[in-house]
């Protein structure tokens, strides 16, 4: 594995326990080292997985009239707090092999390639409704396509412009804006560009690596139908569109998609970057 980056260190990256001053060189490390960067994603969908199997379980209301019926004229009153792990006991028995069904269906998506990564510990996951995620994906990854190829004009704003480009963008969307720093993961700025979807305005960044390849970021306010329950929610997932790879969220009610031709393990450290500096922008960051 290397002298640079221990196990413990990848397993408390998976689990979001990292501490911040060592994220970026476990986050480049992974960049260089694709089969133990498509470990990540795995842990990541297994620990989602358990917790969608029990937590709900044991943090379900004790029945009343269990409680009464422990603590009936027959019987001596039981504690309720005896009552309660007897309960969790009895719940954990009683849902225990469709849980294991759930984890082993889950394991079985991240082999095949399922999605569903869970980024930021304590965070609920949104369900985000086929139809709008799908038209999301496709407008992101279209929009990628579309501007990726141009050399002479690739961007609207360049990146010696990028104060004026992030608060440009911030305050057509309504929204403090960040440009994601990529350059310990290879990607540059090359700036960025106004687009517009069917409900409003888009903010596009791109960046560019030594080799020429280029990553966009898309941003734009989600759908409020896209959203279950709420829209302050975060999920992860990601998606193919003809050669293109998009990882996406949503997360305060404006959706992200990070899209690229590029291998998806290394598109995921990527996107797990862009998630983190855009949850904890750096002090620096230009507001409108």
């Not at 469709?98 to 369900?127: D, E, K």
């Not at 975060?234 to 569109?241: D, K, L, P, S």
């Not at 990070?258 to 290394?266: F, T």
Request: hydrophobic share 45%; net charge negative.
């Amino acid at each position: 594995m290397g002298t640079d980056v221990q196990a413990d260190e990848l397993h408390a990256y998976a689990d979001g326990r990292l501490p911040p001053e060592r994220r970026l060189a476990v986050q480049a490390w992974l960049a260089a080292h694709p089969d133990e960067a498509a470990q990540v994603p795995q842990w990541q969908s297994l620990n989602q997985a358990l917790h969608l199997g029990f937590d709900d379980v044991l943090n379900e209301p004790l029945p009343l009239r269990l409680v009464r019926a422990a603590q009936g004229d027959a019987a001596p009153p039981v504690p309720a707090a005896a009552v309660q792990a007897r309960w969790r006991m009895w719940s954990r028995t009683r849902s225990g092999w469709a849980t294991a069904a759930l984890v082993f269906g889950l394991a079985g998506l991240v082999v095949g390639g399922g999605l569903g990564y869970q980024l930021g510990r304590g965070r609920q996951t949104a369900l985000v409704s086929a139809g709008v995620s799908g038209r999301f994906v496709h407008d992101a990854a279209l929009a990628h396509a579309v501007y990726v190829p141009e050399q002479r004009h690739p961007v609207e704003v360049d990146a010696r412009q990028a104060d004026h480009l992030v608060a440009w963008l911030s305050k057509r969307l309504g929204t403090p804006l960040h440009a994601p720093q990529l350059a310990p993961l290879g990607y540059e700025l090359l700036g960025g560009r106004l687009l517009a979807a069917g409900d409003g305005p888009v903010a596009q960044f791109m960046y560019q690596n030594a080799a020429g390849a280029r990553l966009t970021l898309y941003v734009r306010r989600a759908a409020p139908t896209g959203l279950q329950p709420a829209d302050t929610l975060t999920a992860f997932q990601v998606a193919r569109e003809g050669d293109v790879e998009v990882f996406y969220w949503v997360e305060d009610g404006f959706g992200y998609a990070l899209s690229g031709r590029v291998e998806r393990p290394r598109l995921q450290v990527v996107a797990e970057a862009v998630y983190h500096q855009l949850t904890d922008p750096p002090a620096a960051a230009s507001a409108p």
